[in-house]
């Protein structure tokens, strides 16, 4: 206070203070004052229609905030609110009134209502802004009305401020209309892309519901067709096996007619001694070509015919009058055909086992003369090579040793002409017969002519001491397993096996060379 600083009422201090307090205790110059506060005037600019559509994400984070900042210069809008009056109340339950401050409806989201959307708009396209430009505009046109030198300078600053103040409020207000525009428009292209959106989805939700039910339909009518077939089948399947059943009982009255009859015929026969041509020693030889004939004949043709000839149901009809009706003298027919029967089917027992041999001696032709060409052709070094490897590979006491090997030459070598297991097996005896003085040099290098013919390996020992090789495995111990070799090879020791295993195992090694 210039009273207790001493520096006067013209204090620059002073003024500024007396100044702030003047405009803030006047709402006016208040509202003057906040109007020039720096502020963001920015609205987004109209979506053109050649621009792609605005995502709804776009469209809350650019649009909302630019409508949240422009509410500060809202008027708030009041209404009245009548409330009785509670019991503690004036009198006669009279009505009293406050003023409530209405607020502006919020931005919203997608959940919004269409009378909301409406609702928004519908507030802003009746904006009121508080905003005050006489400050402002007095700054723009540098008039102090406060300086003016008489009354009508200050009425003419104060005229031309309030035109220009009017014509500043007339652009925020077209500001505020472009931007309740801009945003009507965007929102109007995201309800279309909204509602395109949702109508695709429709469309696409319907073709779905469409196939689904075109779906359901098809297997629908493919389980009724499927009944229905299986329905079929099985009636057929029921009328099949009702035919097969009417033709097994047909056959069975057939051959039960045909039994009686033939026994009665015989009976008669034997009471009668007849002079009909049948041979049948006993009942049974009897009985076993009537089974022979129920078992081959059919019901239809052949066994009616015969039950025909010996006299038909008429005569099994008359079987308790005295005189018989049988006709015994058709039990030669029985018999012949019985015996054609068995005839026939020994005839065909012979042609199937003439066949049979011829095709076994066909084979075994044909195995010998490949035999004999496999045996004609000789081993290649590379075949006796690949031999000597598959015997070291494959040592004896293996399974299927000899097939083991020869499916690994076969396999090695790729031949045209696989090697079978039999010629391995005589070239390998034969490699091993090949060189007889170096197998009993190695085996005695010191002992005289006489030791060396007594010590011979002949081709019985030969393979004597291969099938104790493989009887005997190389997985059990040395000694035994050798001391076992030797046991099996008359008149030959447990060294002699072993050297000549050797001496047969460097044949095979020398031979490939």
């Not at 609702?119 to 540098?142: G, H, T, V």
């Not at 008489?150 to 505020?176: H, S, V």
């Not at 029985?334 to 084979?363: D, G």
């Not at 034969?430 to 170096?438: G, L």
Request: some cysteine; overall charge positive.
């Amino acid at each position: 206070h210039p009273d207790k600083t001493g520096r006067g009422e013209d204090d620059e201090v002073f003024m500024l203070v007396k100044l702030a307090y003047d405009t803030l205790s006047d709402e006016d110059k208040r509202r003057a004052y906040d109007s020039t506060v720096d502020f963001d005037d920015w609205i987004p600019e109209k979506p053109s229609p050649f621009d792609p559509p605005m995502s709804d994400a776009d469209f809350y984070k650019i649009y909302g905030p630019v409508f949240k900042r422009n509410l500060r210069f809202a008027v708030t809008k009041k209404q009245q609110n009548l409330d009785k009056q509670n019991k503690r109340g004036k009198k006669g339950g009279q009505k009293s009134s406050k003023e409530v401050a209405i607020q502006p409806p919020d931005f919203g989201d997608d959940d919004m209502h269409i009378d909301q959307v409406h609702e928004f708009y519908d507030y802003w396209a009746r904006f009121e802004s508080w905003r005050d430009y006489s400050l402002a505009a007095a700054e723009i046109l540098k008039h102090d009305v406060d300086s003016a030198e008489g009354r009508y300078e200050k009425r003419y600053m104060e005229k031309e401020i309030k035109k220009k103040a009017a014509a500043m409020k007339r652009e925020e207000n077209a500001r505020i209309s472009r931007l309740v525009e801009s945003g009507s428009e965007a929102a109007t292209v995201q309800a279309e892309v909204a509602l395109a959106k949702k109508r695709a989805q429709e469309e696409k939700a319907a073709k779905k519901r469409a196939k689904e039910e075109a779906e359901q339909a098809r297997i629908a009518l493919e389980a009724q067709l499927q009944a229905e077939k299986e329905e079929l089948e099985r009636t057929k399947a029921a009328a099949v096996k009702a035919e097969k059943e009417a033709k097994k009982n047909i056959l069975r009255k057939s051959r039960q007619l045909f039994r009686k009859l033939s026994f009665q015929a015989y009976e008669h026969y034997q009471q009668s001694k007849s002079s009909c041509s049948s041979s049948w020693e006993n009942l049974d030889e009897a009985n076993d070509d009537i089974d022979l004939l129920c078992k081959q004949l059919s019901a239809e043709v052949e066994l009616d015919s015969l039950s025909d000839a010996l006299g038909g149901s008429q005569a099994l009809l008359s079987e308790s009058s005295s005189s018989s009706t049988v006709n015994v003298e058709a039990l030669t027919l029985v018999k012949e055909s019985a015996t054609k029967r068995r005839e026939a089917a020994n005839e065909e027992k012979m042609k199937q086992k003439q066949r049979l041999k011829q095709a076994r001696e066909k084979s075994e032709i044909a195995e010998e003369r490949k035999k004999a060409e496999n045996a004609k052709k000789p081993w290649s070094k590379e075949e006796i090579s690949a031999l000597a490897k598959a015997v070291r590979k494959y040592p004896a006491g293996g399974a299927n040793r000899w097939e083991t090997i020869a499916t690994f030459v076969n396999n090695l070598l790729r031949l045209e002409t696989p090697r079978t297991k039999e010629e391995c097996v005589a070239q390998f005896n034969a490699a091993a017969t090949k060189a007889p003085s170096t197998a009993t040099k190695q085996t005695n290098n010191s002992a005289s002519a006489g030791d060396d013919d007594a010590n011979a390996w002949s081709a019985e020992d030969d393979k004597l001491l291969q099938a104790g090789l493989a009887k005997f495995p190389a997985s059990m111990d040395k000694n035994e397993r050798w001391s076992s070799i030797a046991k099996g090879v008359p008149g030959k020791s447990k060294k002699e096996c072993v050297q000549r295993f050797k001496a047969i195992r460097e044949a095979l090694k020398n031979s490939k060379k």
